[in-house]
């Protein structure tokens, strides 16, 4: 289905969303005084558009004891499409991987890893070394966190 302009509502609705996608339809349309079968019917094609990829629930990483949480810059040893693809097929399975981006500049791909304490992160350091091609990796730990926000701007 061919995306569509984004109108004042539909910004709306999103806003609401990503603050807490729990909203039912009657409580959306209650706040944005339409019909709920209106909001429906906006929140299912926002959902076939791909504005909305998919419904979360956001966990407390300290109660689930992932409370170690480091970036780590990999940077492997040449870039042709079979390298690249290979480690990108390769680190979507390990679970300690939250994210995973290809980037520019002095290193190839910067992942987002969640472990309960070093010694999980040290097992997850001896698995990413067996990966082929990689030339190095650079990890980071996060002391203290001063803004993890989930929303886009709109």
């Not at 569509?4 to 009657?26: E, H, N, V």
């Not at 693809?85 to 910067?110: A, S």
């Not at 980071?140 to 989930?150: D, I, P, Q, R, Y």
């Amino acid at each position: 289905m061919a995306t569509t302009t984004l109108d004042p509502t539909d910004i709306a609705l999103l806003k609401m969303l990503q603050t807490d996608a729990s909203l039912t339809s009657k409580e959306l349309s209650y706040k944005l005084n339409k019909s709920i079968a209106t909001i429906h019917e906006r929140v299912k094609r926002l959902k076939e558009q791909g504005y909305i990829q998919r419904v979360v629930a956001i966990l407390d990483r300290k109660k689930i004891n992932k409370s170690l949480i480091a970036f780590s810059q990999v940077l492997l040893n040449d870039h042709t499409a079979e390298t690249l693809t290979t480690f990108e097929k390769e680190i979507i399975k390990f679970p300690e991987v939250m994210e995973c981006f290809q980037m520019t500049g002095m290193f190839d791909f910067l992942l987002r890893i969640a472990t309960s304490d070093m010694e999980e992160y040290h097992h997850f350091y001896r698995k990413l070394g067996t990966l082929p091609k990689i030339t190095s990796v650079q990890s980071f730990f996060v002391l203290s966190e001063t803004k993890s926000n989930t929303e886009y701007p709109l």
